[in-house]
């Protein structure tokens, strides 16, 4: 078996066994969480030059998704997020997703053929969306094994070298990462009220059936 297809195993393995165990808890109601989804910014400096920025969208009542964009605004890839209630708190899955669109099929071969690359895109997706539920920023070190975490934060150095650079790199984005977050309030305001709005003309509906 050739390389690719054991990682691909490996990881098919690895996200079936997370929706078998239903996501991660957290002690937070679903609405509180999508919310928290909306607002946040990914990082997507650290993607590289290919990606120009994020989008949130908010696929149905249970699931958001954060597409990654590349050059004319087109999807790359989608970060999916299923949040369902689980008695006082919240069950949050997380997936990779290829776009909607006339790009779907071309990006869903890209994810198969570099399993190495989405095992590290699902670290991110999964840090991403832990930093916005725990409201704490995000992690750069997301990928880096704990060992080595260790060492590095046993070194003031080195960590103050990464954080460096980590801060210069963002700095990049900064400007954009403002206007950005505006958008999103925007758009998670203007989600709200439309899944308001559609709750109520079905409620109307209901009553209207029950005459």
Do not use: W
């Amino acid at each position: 078996m050739r390389l690719a297809s054991l990682l691909i195993s490996i990881l098919s393995a690895l996200l079936l066994g997370a929706c078998g165990e239903q996501g991660k808890y957290y002690e937070q109601s679903p609405q509180a969480i999508r919310s928290s989804l909306r607002a946040a910014i990914l990082p997507y400096h650290i993607l590289g030059n290919q990606a120009k920025g994020t989008k949130v969208l908010q696929l149905d009542d249970t699931r958001t998704a954060v597409a990654v964009l590349g050059p004319n605004d087109s999807e790359m890839m989608r970060f999916v997020t299923t949040v369902t209630p689980d008695g006082t708190g919240s069950r949050v899955l997380v997936e990779l997703a290829p776009p909607e669109g006339r790009n779907k099929e071309r990006a869903a071969k890209a994810m198969e053929s570099n399993a190495i690359a989405m095992i590290l895109m699902k670290k991110l997706a999964d840090e991403h969306v832990a930093a916005a539920i725990e409201h704490r920023p995000f992690d750069m070190m997301f990928a880096t094994p704990a060992m080595a975490k260790s060492m590095i934060g046993a070194s003031p150095e080195i960590r103050a070298q990464i954080d460096g650079a980590n801060r210069a790199a963002a700095s990049m984005n900064e400007g954009a990462s403002h206007f950005e977050a505006m958008d999103k309030e925007r758009e998670a305001r203007e989600a709200d009220e439309e899944f308001e709005r559609e709750q109520r003309e079905k409620l109307v509906g209901n009553n209207s059936k029950g005459y």
